[in-house]
């Protein structure tokens, strides 16, 4: 399964297909786009952990016979590094068709990430330091300020973020309460 970035594609659904996949692989080593997709997925659910584990058990053969893995996890350890600098580098890279999409939406929710984050712990900042946060050259973090009605100061060059307005969460009902602990539970058992 494949999707153009463009499309809104159900991440958890494919996750759970992949995971399927390869679980049910022939000599239980699937081909090496499977890991590479169920790999980048995780770094986009923020299912570190997971994707740890997984690139511990993909087999040898498969990370040395396919570049791109490491690639995707060079990726993941910057993220578990918290090396938003390297993470911005190595996801800057040519991806294959199969990643992608994923790889461009993980860059996507990257970026909304910083914005929340820099909304929510910063009443001014410097827009040399923004655009370092957003990865961003100056006039596009401007911009991008911008576009969020944050308001800038030309003299102090400081720009100034609006704090988001609370979501309100609706409760879960008990019985997702109980799936969700069913699958931590299997996860830590298996």
């Known amino acids: 399964m494949m999707a153009n970035y463009n499309e809104t594609v159900n991440y958890e659904k494919f996750c759970e297909e992949l995971e399927k996949q390869e679980l049910d692989a022939p000599d239980g080593v699937p081909p090496a786009h499977i890991y590479q997709q169920l790999l980048a997925i995780y770094l986009l659910q923020n299912e570190l952990t997971a994707a740890k584990f997984l690139w511990k058990r993909i087999p040898t053969n498969s990370k040395s016979s396919t570049p791109e893995l490491a690639k995707i996890w060079e990726v993941g350890q910057n993220l578990w590094q918290r090396d938003f600098q390297g993470v911005y580098s ?4 040519e991806w294959s068709p199969s990643v992608k999409p994923i790889m461009e939406a ?3 929710k990257l970026s909304e990430r910083a914005i929340n984050l820099v909304s929510l712990a910063y009443t ?11 990865n961003l050259s100056r006039e596009d973090a401007l911009a ?16 100034f973020p609006t704090k988001p307005k609370p979501k309100m969460h609706a409760p879960l009902p008990s019985e997702d309460q109980l799936r969700r602990l069913a699958e931590y539970v299997s996860f830590l058992e298996n």
């Not at 190595?90 to 890279?93: A, G, R």
């Not at 410097?126 to 655009?131: E, N, Q, R, T």
């Open 90 to 93: 190595s996801i800057s890279k």
């Open 106 to 108: 993980l860059k996507e």
């Open 124 to 134: 001014s900042i410097g827009l040399d330091d923004l655009a370092q946060i957003l």
């Open 144 to 159: 991008r300020a911008k576009e969020l009605l944050w308001t800038f100061d030309q003299a102090s060059q400081m720009v």
